[in-house]
């Protein structure tokens, strides 16, 4: 008999390629995880596990019962969200792991909602950069992502994952007010291509997006200033650091003084939000309410207004 705990165990193996990486993760020490996993081999009689200086990775039988270990992990999921239905009155806790921009834009205003339509809800939360709240909800370490689309994101069709869209925002150019494409209603990343440039560090899923931008307008761009915080990125453009790439929502409640604000020519670069569960758990009676309070959030006309945010119109004084 395959013991559900340790299939846990082989997809964490998995998803962090090392067993030392796998055992913080589940908060087990390494041993540990060495011992699950050599009782699961014995449990199954094939070697699951190969491991090397580079770190761990499934072997093919390894990858077999990782297939069926997605399928079983999420079906006791939603054997988890049924027990919880019938035992509801609905009330406990759910944590919700969510980047800064996301959770005033739509965590914040889901937890209000809550509080008027499931006030035995309790919403934690936990700011996490756009590509790592998935990884947390893998972990259990939260019940919901609210995630940024990124290179190397768990695809749609990911058996681990339930993801439900909740709003895409394009990016806009900002710069400093007297820069020589000021007065232009629209500005074209190629133009950009000489200037220098502030950016998210390399890991987070905004770098990906403004990089592959200007690729695709055939230049590197030449970052010289680096943050992950929006508000001192539009700092430095107002300084006259260099120019940048913004998405919409971030522009919200910033000081904007000393740089204009201008949507991208052409198809703008976009950053795609999604909320994720661990597949099965979707249902749940109290996880299924705030996927639905973050729907609301994130609809045209909801409280957090997400799919309908509008570029600021900034001018030089």
């Known amino acids: 008999m395959i013991d559900a705990r340790r299939l846990r165990i082989l997809r964490a193996v998995a998803d962090h390629r090392t067993v030392t990486a796998a055992a913080a993760a589940l908060y087990l020490t390494p041993s540990a995880v060495s011992q699950q996993l050599a009782a699961l081999e014995q449990e199954t009689g094939h070697r699951l596990v190969e491991r090397g200086a580079r770190g761990a990775r499934l ?8 297939t069926h270990a997605n399928a079983v992990l999420a079906q006791l999921e939603r054997a988890e969200a049924e027990l919880a239905d019938y035992g509801a009155g609905v009330g ?26 499931a006030p035995g809800i309790r919403v934690r939360v936990q700011d996490a950069e756009g590509d790592a709240s998935v990884p947390m909800v893998l972990d259990r370490q939260a019940d919901v992502a609210v995630a940024v689309e990124y290179r190397g ?20 150019a900002v710069l400093p007010a007297g820069h020589r494409l000021a007065d232009e209603e629209q500005v074209a990343v190629a133009d950009l291509a000489k200037d220098a440039w502030i950016g998210p560090y390399p890991g987070n899923p905004c770098h990906d997006v ?40 971030a522009l919200r409640g910033t000081e904007l003084g000393g740089v204009v604000v201008r949507p991208v ?16 758990a979707e249902g749940h009676p109290l996880i ?6 973050l ?9 957090g207004g997400g799919a309908s945010v509008t570029a600021p119109d900034v001018r030089p004084a």
């Not at 406990?92 to 339509?117: E, N, Q, Y």
């Not at 299924?288 to 309070?293: M, S």
């Open 92 to 117: 406990g806790t759910v944590t919700v792991a969510a980047f800064a921009t996301g959770i005033g834009l739509v965590l914040a205003p889901a937890i209000a909602g809550l509080a008027r339509s």
């Open 153 to 172: 994101a768990p695809g749609e069709d990911d058996r681990r994952l339930t993801r439900v869209p909740l709003y895409s925002e394009p990016f806009d």
């Open 59 to 66: 072997t093919a039988a390894g990858e077999i019962l990782l």
């Open 210 to 249: 403004v990089v592959l931008a200007c690729e695709y307008a055939g230049f590197a761009p030449r970052l010289e200033h680096s943050s992950d915080d929006f508000h001192a990125v539009v700092a430095l453009a107002g300084a006259g650091a260099g120019v940048a790439l913004v998405p919409r929502s």
């Open 265 to 280: 020519e052409g198809v703008a670069p976009t950053r795609r939000v999604f909320a994720a569960v661990r597949q099965g």
């Open 288 to 293: 299924k309410p705030v996927l639905d309070a």
């Open 295 to 303: 729907l609301a959030a994130a609809r045209p006309g909801g409280e």
